[in-house]
């Protein structure tokens, strides 16, 4: 019985190994809450959470790569060819004088005061146009359609002054054709783009003199074409479109024979799709002028004529 309890029993020896292998562990169990602790007392005051061993380093290198891409931002776009000729487009439309701020409305205002009302009546529309004369030369204008004239100003928008009025009544108007432009078989000159050529004495030819004079002003009709500035925006597109100032001016020139009909002369406005035909053949003048737009108001270089 002794030798049982004997062998039932701890020893002495046994249990105080048993209470040192205690007392270790417990000891370092606290260790390792106390090294816990100070962790997550350095990760409180640095702001941020503990990341864990196995996914802190690839977080911390994906949310620096991030940073820094939306703080540097997207790499810029090569800029294309039609960007480039955009800008360039923009750049040399930008050189006519009309489109500076205020510009096109003292024009409109100086040529506004030149309207006789007992002559022209009131203005019902007004409009930036390119004339194109007998020789294909391209000449800026500003035209008005009033109660009973057509009215075509070349105004300097360099130095805000009228250079000349041209009236036409509209009770004269005969015809109004439209349509593109046509040279001789073998002239050297082309013209791209649609027109609109206005008649007033459908009984008069010009002279030899004046289809071959480039400065006559006496010939029976006259030629618009679009303005190069209309695609600059919507109000310039609208002042410079060709169609609806020929409607206008079909309509105020069929009242004009209403109320006013000339004695002795069929009255009514006869429209006609057509080529516009120009008899010009060489034109050098006419290529070098329009090629550099000596006909409009730019600034060219240092200097603006």
Not at 65 to 82: D, L
Not at 220 to 240: D, E, G, K, Q
Request: net charge negative; charged share 25%; hydrophobic share 35%.
């Amino acid at each position: 019985m002794a030798g049982a309890e004997e062998e039932g029993l701890p020893s002495e020896e046994q249990e105080k190994q048993q209470l040192s292998s205690s007392s270790g562990s417990q000891q370092d169990s606290e260790a390792a809450a106390v090294r816990t602790g100070s962790t997550e007392e350095r990760a409180a005051q640095d702001g941020g959470a503990v990341p864990s061993s196995a996914s802190a380093p690839p977080a911390a290198s994906t949310w620096s790569t991030e940073e820094r891409a939306a703080e540097v931002g997207p790499p810029p776009s090569k800029p294309t060819a039609i960007s480039l000729e955009t800008s360039v487009d923009q750049f040399k439309l930008l050189r006519f004088f009309v489109l500076r701020p205020g510009t096109l409305n003292q024009g409109i205002k100086d040529t506004e005061a030149l309207v006789d009302k007992e002559i022209d009546g009131s203005i019902r529309s007004i409009w930036l146009m390119a004339e194109v004369d007998h020789w294909n030369n391209e000449k800026e204008r500003i035209v008005f359609i009033t109660d009973n004239s057509l009215m075509v100003f070349k105004y300097d928008f360099v130095m805000f002054q009228c250079d000349q009025v041209q009236r036409i009544p509209l009770n004269f108007v005969d015809r109004i054709s439209h349509g593109t432009f046509s040279f001789p078989k073998r002239s050297l000159l082309k013209r791209e783009g649609d027109g609109v050529r206005i008649f007033w004495d459908r009984m008069r030819e010009p002279t030899f003199t004046s289809r071959w004079n480039p400065f006559a002003t006496d010939l029976p009709f006259m030629t618009f074409t679009y303005h190069p500035v209309r695609n600059i925006s919507a109000p310039f597109l609208a002042l410079c479109d060709i169609h609806n100032f020929r409607e206008h001016l079909k309509v105020a020139a069929q009242k004009a024979h209403a109320t006013k009909p000339v004695p002795g002369k069929a009255n009514g406005v006869l429209v006609l799709k057509q080529d516009l035909y120009i008899d010009a053949y060489v034109g050098l003048m006419s290529f070098l002028g329009n090629q550099n737009k000596l006909g409009y108001c730019m600034a060219r270089g240092n200097l603006g004529y």
